[in-house]
């Protein structure tokens, strides 16, 4: 078989394109492999808009291939076909039913009667890990299989600009991402970025408006600063200082204004079910957080202490292979900017997502030398910007920060 002008080989057959570093049986370095998956992307995306699918169905409301899509993958000599899905018939004089499964009853519950009873629902960069652990160590916590589930988010958690579309998935998926919940047990997940988004918000009102909502603040300026080292880490940004992700990246800022955010929470949840702590409450005193937040839930043992109780949280570390964790995460990223969510929901659904993502967050890591400073103007610059938030949070929270300004 001989490459045509785009790099693709035609089969004998005449009815196939493949791509040939995906096609051949021999061993192929994992890099050809992911620049491979790159390439097929973005061909894909030409192809779509190039051939639009046949059918008048929304790509942006089914989880699915659309009709006339027949996509074929090739990895060494397996292959996985996904096919188009045939629209029910309708029925005369009836109505299909719903394909969204997220329909709920007026008293927020769905259908099916799975229901949350809690949410994390941020800060990033803010012990959410190891609230996240002691939750899930608790005997009378159903937490989630993993964290940052992240069902709700209409936006990417990196950016906050790239669109995210689990929520189109339904509630019968959600469910599936929770183990069985014994009785006694209340169920709940953590994804620290919830909280960034109106419509996140709106969406968790819709389905669970009595769920409780755990919140977790750091000095902004600090959980910016936090986050640039965490960002360089997983392959979001080269190796650029603190000032140049402030100038390119809006959302080292937008991730600490608190109250911009948490407001959209409180104008349609009690603030009786909206628990609140700092970094500085779980550094003065762990068990009195946890003792806390565990009466907040309703859990009879508050006096649990869980394994994670004095582990430090998420030590700041630097990548082994920084350019591995570029392919992975740019690799994704290329995918939803192309609007590839069927690649991306099969990756999800075998695992290997999930599996990329675990290792560039704790394979490919190593202890940092030393922990980078931040210059003392940027430090000023930061404060200014965050002074008038911080002042309006102090009168939502009634707290002190003053020492956050």
Known sequence: ?????????????GQERVFPALYQRESVPIGVRLCSLLSLARSLALARERFPPRGGCAASHDPVLQPGYWLRLHVGSAAVKLAPARRPERQSGRPRPARFLGEHNTDGSSVSGFRVDFLGIGAEKAASDWIAACLREHPEVSFAKYKEVAFFSDVDQHLLKVPMRQYERGLGWYAKQFPPCAPGQVRGEYTPTYMYSQVVAQRIHRHFPNVKLIVCLRDPVKRAFSQYIHDRRIGLIGNISFEQALD???SYVQKGLYYKHLNHFYELFPAANIFVRLTDDIEADRQAVLRDLYAFLGLKDTAFLPPSLNSRPNAASTAKLPWLNYLLIHGEYALRRDGL???LNLLEDLGLRRAAVSFGCFSNRKPMAQYPSMREDTRERLRREFQDDVQRLEGLLGRDLSHWK
């Not at 078989?1 to 057959?13: E, K």
Request: proline share 11%; hydrophobic share 20%.
């Open 341 to 343: 969510y069927p690649i």
């Open 248 to 250: 390119r990246h809006d």
């Open 1 to 13: 078989m001989n490459p045509d002008r785009h790099g693709w080989t035609q089969s004998n057959a």
